[in-house]
């Protein structure tokens, strides 16, 4: 089973585009009066990236299945163009520690062994579960049925990391290092900036080798303002975009683009609603998660962010005609969902982050963890990709991005 984008036909022209509309506004008007304009802003950021995410079906698991199957690096390119746009507008803010008056930091944390499980164990889960953290949810958005269980158990793997944590964060690592701050502003660019570029020219020799040539985009049936609207976007389109929208989370948070830390405080809220003491675990001690464990929801960046994304995948999924849930899931895809679920939501915690938090605001942030997190998550999914036969019997090998 292929968790592409549910291809449904185009005659498909319901109210779903006035219905996430009026989500979007009606939420960013409750957060306005119930939090502040700038928590309603960051909602409205999350539809964006929602609807960025799945018009340029910009998919971080199938782009490295892709490559890891048919040497096909045309997403895995899109993701360092995206890193370098990234790391040239965050680089300098972080340096500076301000932008636009306001203090910003990155998202750095220690680089060591739970890193090295946390990102290994969710690179398996991304092939198992269909998607990474940003895919889960522009896919449930986008109407993916049996990304619902995927999401379900990986709020219940992120919340069960958090009760046994602190054994894992007292395995060796380094300190938080970040390069910005170690090797000065301009080299820290140039290292970056260089590692970008040989990825990517690895990635196409790669290519060039198996196939002769580089994949050309499919052409759009749509053009000028309609395939705006309706989609589908080049790759590129979304690594530009993906890449400005984090700034635009940056300078709004003060912090890059996150995920899986609200599905761990979601599972917390409930498993306390339900008279679990969750607050007397180590990690919802910490003064910041214990503060998010207090507030109300609505007051989590993080949790209105992913909401937003949701809406926007499904105010997209609504403009290119293709919102068709579909609950026919077959036992070996659901059971592949459960077990891929668990470990995205474990592995996210150990390593600080998932796809977003700890790889692209990672390395956006010049964090070491989030380089060494891309190396252990792409070990994980070349595990995962050997897997999934188990799971998806008959399942036919992809020559071209899927979008998750």
């Not at 079906?57 to 163009?81: D, H, I, K, P, Y």
């Not at 049936?221 to 790759?235: A, I, K």
């Not at 895809?333 to 390593?351: D, F, H, M, N, T």
């Not at 990672?362 to 050997?386: D, E, M, P, T």
Request: proline share 5%.
């Amino acid at each position: 089973m292929s968790l592409s984008i549910p291809a449904a036909a185009p005659a498909n022209r319901s109210g779903t585009p006035l219905v996430a509309i009026g989500l979007l506004l009606a939420g960013a008007l409750l957060l306005t009066f119930a939090v502040s304009g700038r928590q309603a802003l960051l909602f409205i950021v999350g539809g964006a990236l929602g609807l960025v995410l799945y018009h340029a079906a910009f998919g971080f698991t199938s782009a490295w299945r892709v490559l890891l199957n048919e040497r096909r690096g045309a997403g895995l390119r899109a993701q360092m163009v995206m890193l370098a746009i990234a790391v040239l507008l965050f680089f300098p803010a972080l340096s500076a520690g301000t932008l636009f008056g306001e203090p910003v930091r990155g998202l750095v944390a220690p680089a060591g062994t739970s890193v090295i499980v946390g990102a290994f164990i969710f690179g398996i889960g991304m092939q198992l579960g269909g998607g990474c953290a940003s895919g889960t949810l522009f896919t449930v958005g986008g109407g993916n049925a049996r990304m619902l269980v995927t999401l379900l158990f990986f709020i219940i793997g992120g919340v069960g990391a958090t009760h046994h944590l602190e054994w894992w964060s007292a395995l060796p690592s380094l300190p938080p290092t970040s390069i910005v701050s170690s090797l000065g502003l301009v080299p820290a660019l140039i290292v970056s900036l260089a590692l970008f570029a040989a990825i990517a020219a690895i990635s196409a020799r790669l290519e060039l080798r198996r196939h002769g040539s580089l994949e050309r985009a499919a052409p759009s049936e749509h053009q000028g303002w309609q395939r705006f609207l309706r989609g589908p976007w080049p790759l590129i389109w979304g690594a530009v975009l993906l890449a400005l929208l984090n700034f635009a989370t940056l300078a709004l948070a003060g912090r890059p683009w996150g995920i899986t830390s609200a599905f761990a405080l979601w599972g917390a809220k409930v498993l306390q609603g339900t008279g679990v003491d969750v607050s007397s675990w180590a990690f919802w001690q910490q003064p910041g998660n214990a503060q998010a464990l207090a507030a109300p929801l609505w007051e989590d960046i993080t949790t209105v962010m992913d909401i937003g994304i949701v809406i926007g995948a499904l105010l997209a999924a609504g403009l290119a005609g293709r919102f068709a849930p579909n609950l026919n899931i077959p036992l070996r895809s659901l059971i592949a969902a459960v077990i891929g679920g668990l470990l995205l939501g474990y592995g996210s915690r150990l390593a600080y982050g998932c796809n977003i938090g700890a790889y692209f605001s990672g390395i956006a942030s010049g964090s070491l963890h989030g380089w060494l997190w891309l190396v252990a998550a792409f070990v994980g999914n070349g595990v995962g990709v050997r897997l999934r036969p188990l799971f998806f019997p008959g399942e036919r090998r992809e020559a071209k991005l899927t979008g998750c």
